[in-house]
């Protein structure tokens, strides 16, 4: 008899008519594999997802019993990509989508009754706003950046957090060239001069970029990106990163920012957002650099002390500045740039030769939709298969997928507080079963634990459920059955 296909499947285990409801209930956190794969061809997906996991000639993967994926409920914030969204409503799952970020109060509300959540930079899920998330099982971030998410709280709570970290580097390192380009050139203030009817011809303090010097604070997938870009423009390449890294092309690393600061002409900023970086380039540093430079940012807001730079600026220190990121940011497209966010906006907006962008360095088509199709596998991944592969705040565990012989295999997760006995306790209650294989890892006070259990009866599940959420050390517990 040959192997049924997935789509044969999952009638023929639905028509079992088990007892459990197959939901995934705020309560019972009790959820089984989707109906549908990953991706836009479901076989496609399928066969991707099964020899993800390096084997050759495998039965094939088990799609287990469908939860009634339409219980599934997921809210995606800022305008999260079509490829995103698409890939979520074809597991079934019942997807929100809202263009711009929401105030708090209306966020707590929404959040409430959510498994998952996508996001992009501007959405701040605070503890206190975690704390209203009874539901929620994950996070997607949208972007790079995690910044926006307590991480801690999040994995504290068994909220597992996701997000893109590359893709959109080389948007961001494009960018970075134009802006560079244009500061030498004065090229925004020649624009708004002759959009205002204005011809004004000037050569006085502009100049080319070869032979220049380009300082790249933090050399990670954004600055190397870079690197390799400015080189190509004849620009000799300078960075400064507190981990020791091998310098692409001819750039060199320097051993502090100031010596970056004092060498360079152009200065580009591409650190995260964590304390060590806050207000990194303050007063001193503007006072470091060279008369007639030129400073970008387009890490985080926080980064930039923004009065320091205006002041950098008013004074002839900085021949100009490109800033995308903010202290404070709008919520959404139509919302205005003034005081009202921050107390210096208006003086920002008035100064000469300042290139100021509404946070665009990683939108782009080719961007935003390799991070909707990156995030929203990780999520139904995760949703589905309990898989933490590439999680910012969790442990990464994986099992490799049971197969369509494995007819009575349950998939147990269990989050749990990293404390000593806690797997002696698991396996005293799974022990009950045949354990066919088990991981388990741990990150900081979290704990991970995903194991593959045999001859499981459906009536069981609910108290092998109850079992593993009695323990003392229990953070969440979920059954893929
Ligand atoms: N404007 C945008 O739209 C946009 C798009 C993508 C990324 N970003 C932001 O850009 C930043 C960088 O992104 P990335 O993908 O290159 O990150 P990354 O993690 O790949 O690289 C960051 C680098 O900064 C270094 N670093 C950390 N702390 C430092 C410090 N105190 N001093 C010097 N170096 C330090 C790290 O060692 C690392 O090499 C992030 O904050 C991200 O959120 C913004
Ligand atoms: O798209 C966004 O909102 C964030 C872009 C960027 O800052 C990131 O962190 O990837």
Redesign the pocket.
């Known amino acids: 008899m040959s192997t049924p296909t997935p789509a044969q499947a999952i009638p023929e285990r639905n028509g079992h008519g088990d007892a459990l409801a197959r939901t995934v209930s705020n309560s019972f956190s009790n959820s089984s594999f989707g109906t549908q794969e990953l991706g836009s061809s479901p076989q496609a997906s399928f066969q991707s997802l099964a020899s993800s996991h390096g084997t050759h000639q495998r039965p094939s993967t088990k799609q287990l019993k469908p939860f009634h994926t339409g219980d599934i409920k997921v809210l995606l914030l800022?305008n999260v990509n079509k490829t995103g969204q698409d890939i979520l409503r074809k597991q079934g799952y019942q997807v929100e989508a809202i263009k711009s970020s929401l105030p708090e109060d209306q966020l707590i509300e929404k959040i409430r009754d959510v498994q998952v959540i996508g996001i992009?930079?501007?959405t701040q899920l605070t503890a206190s706003v975690l704390k209203h998330a009874k539901n929620l099982i994950v996070i997607g971030c949208f972007?790079?950046?995690t910044n926006q998410v307590d991480l801690k709280y999040a994995a504290e709570n068994g909220i597992c957090v996701f997000n893109s970290p590359f893709s959109?580097s080389r948007s961001v390192a494009e960018l970075m060239i134009g802006e560079i380009i244009a500061l030498a050139r004065q090229f925004g203030d020649r624009n708004t001069e002759l959009h205002n009817g204005i011809w004004n011809k000037v050569s006085a303090g502009c100049w080319e970029v070869r032979g220049k010097t380009l300082g790249i604070v933090g050399y990670g997938h954004v600055g190397s990106q870079l690197s390799v870009l400015a080189e190509a423009m004849g620009m000799k390449v300078i960075y400064y990163d507190v981990t020791n890294l091998m310098g692409l092309g001819l750039s060199n690393q320097v051993p502090t920012l100031d010596h970056l600061l004092q060498l360079a002409d152009f200065v580009t900023l591409h650190v995260p957002e964590i304390p060590e970086t806050t207000n990194m380039m303050s007063t001193h540093q503007f006072e470091q650099m060279k008369k007639g430079s030129y400073l970008i940012n387009a890490s985080r807001g926080s980064v930039v002390d923004i009065p320091a730079l205006i002041h950098a600026s008013q004074t002839g220190k900085l021949a100009g500045a490109a800033l995308d990121?903010y202290p404070n940011e709008p919520g959404g497209n139509g919302a205005h740039f003034t005081n009202d966010l921050n107390t210096w906006t208006q003086d920002l907006r008035d100064l000469k030769n300042i290139i100021l962008t509404p946070?665009i360095?990683?939108?782009t088509e080719e961007a935003q939709s390799a991070i909707g199709v990156e995030v929203a596998e990780s999520l139904v991944k995760y949703v589905n298969f309990g898989i933490t592969s590439a999680a910012v705040n969790m442990p990464e565990v994986t099992l490799r997928s049971l197969t369509m012989e494995e007819p009575n295999h349950v998939r147990v997760v269990y989050i749990h507080k990293n404390v000593p006995g806690v797997l002696r306790k698991v396996n005293e209650i799974l022990g009950d079963h045949n354990v066919d294989k088990q991981m388990t890892d741990s990150r900081g006070d979290v704990a991970y634990l995903m194991a593959d259990i045999s001859n499981v009866n459906t009536s069981e599940i609910r108290e092998l459920w109850q079992s593993l959420e009695d323990l003392g050390s229990r953070i969440r517990t979920r059954v893929l059955y």
Request: hydrophobic share 15%; aromatic share 0%.
């Open positions: 800022e992009r930079s501007k972007c790079i950046g959109n990121v946070h360095g990683g939108s």
